[in-house]
């Protein structure tokens, strides 16, 4: 799997593709967006722009947030379970993006392969924006970004900690640690390592990231606490990566080795028992909900950004 290169068209495909500055700006207007909706201020940015989204897995937060954030700025948001199009029985993917390119403004894409992807962007005349595979989940992590930032402070020179398997979602912060500057230590299991290419990736942009198998030694003294469910979706050796996660339980105990002021972040669905217990993620120090609701911010900027409206 090679880094993405974003190329001209105004994709959002991997942080990887970007540099720290377009991110912050991102950031800057979701974090400016939010504020408006607060205040019931909504300016028609992407009067009739339209989207499309084609989900190949199940999700809540990212269709709704997205078809939310299409209505809040004025344009239309068109869902579609892959199945339902022709796509679903064998139509190809580049047919697919030719077409679509002619009826809509932004396309965006959840799939297993980052591949199927890669190739929709390839041949899409408009913007793609990765709404999840099994390489990354980017439009999450500016969402986690801004929940620690509203909590904790500025991101850089902090330290995260990520505990359990080296997932999409792990693999997205992996890119953000080196374009943020924190510190990221990942437990996990050696077989559920992320990719050794991400983890070369941001070391050769200066990231400091540490692999290594002890969540006491990862969460010592850190910022935020992150963990994500045990089996994702696509996963086929799910019994296998459970009882290799049995000891990965983000619980009180681990919590309290992190600093008294760290945040419990994940993404969503949790599974309460298994990466995290109940105490914890219902607990004072968790944030899900407020990083749930700033999916929709942050699509919002995501959206203008793709749509150089930013
Ligand atoms: N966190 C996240 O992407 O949630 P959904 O799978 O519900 O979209
Ligand atoms: N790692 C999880 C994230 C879900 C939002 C999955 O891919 O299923």
New binding site residues.
């Given amino acids: 799997m090679a880094i993405t290169d974003t190329g001209k068209t105004r994709h959002f495909l991997d942080l990887s593709a970007f540099d720290a500055a377009t991110l912050r700006l991102i950031l800057d207007h979701a974090a400016q967006l939010k504020a408006e909706r607060k205040s019931g201020e909504f300016r028609p940015l992407l009067a009739n722009k339209k989207l499309a989204m084609i989900f190949e ?7 709704v947030s997205f078809e939310v954030a299409m209505m809040d700025l004025g344009g239309h948001a068109l869902p579609f379970n892959s199945n339902e199009l022709q796509i679903g029985r064998g139509e190809t993917v580049a047919d697919t993006a030719r077409v679509l390119s002619r009826y809509v403004d932004a396309i965006m894409l ?1 799939c297993h392969s980052h591949d199927k992807l890669l190739e929709l962007a390839k041949n899409a005349g408009v913007p793609v924006i990765n ?2 595979t099994e390489y990354s ?1 980017p439009c ?1 992590i500016i969402a986690d970004i801004l929940t620690f930032e509203e909590h904790v402070g500025p991101i850089a020179g902090k330290t995260i900690a990520w505990i359990g398997d080296g997932n999409n979602v792990a693999q997205s912060w992996i890119m953000a640690a080196a374009l943020f500057g924190c510190k990221l230590r990942l437990a996990c299991p050696p077989k559920l390592n992320p990719l050794p290419e991400v983890v070369e990736w941001a070391k050769s942009r200066g990231g400091d990231i540490e692999l290594m198998t002890s969540p006491e030694k990862a969460v010592a003294g850190a910022d935020a606490v992150i963990t994500d469910t045990w089996v994702s979706m696509g996963d086929v050796h799910a019994e296998a990566q459970i009882k290799m996660l049995a000891s990965y339980q983000v619980n009180a105990a681990l919590m309290k080795k992190a600093s008294p002021s760290a945040v419990f972040l994940h ?3 949790a599974h309460r028992g298994e990466e995290v217990t109940e105490d914890v993620i219902d607990g004072p120090q968790s944030r899900v909900f407020d990083e ?1 609701e700033n ?1 929709l911010h942050v699509q919002k900027a995501i959206l203008l950004w793709c749509l150089a409206k930013i």
Avoid: E, F, M
């Fill in positions: 897995k199940n999700s809540t937060r990212t269709r959840r709404g999840l989940h999450q993404c969503l669905p749930a999916r």
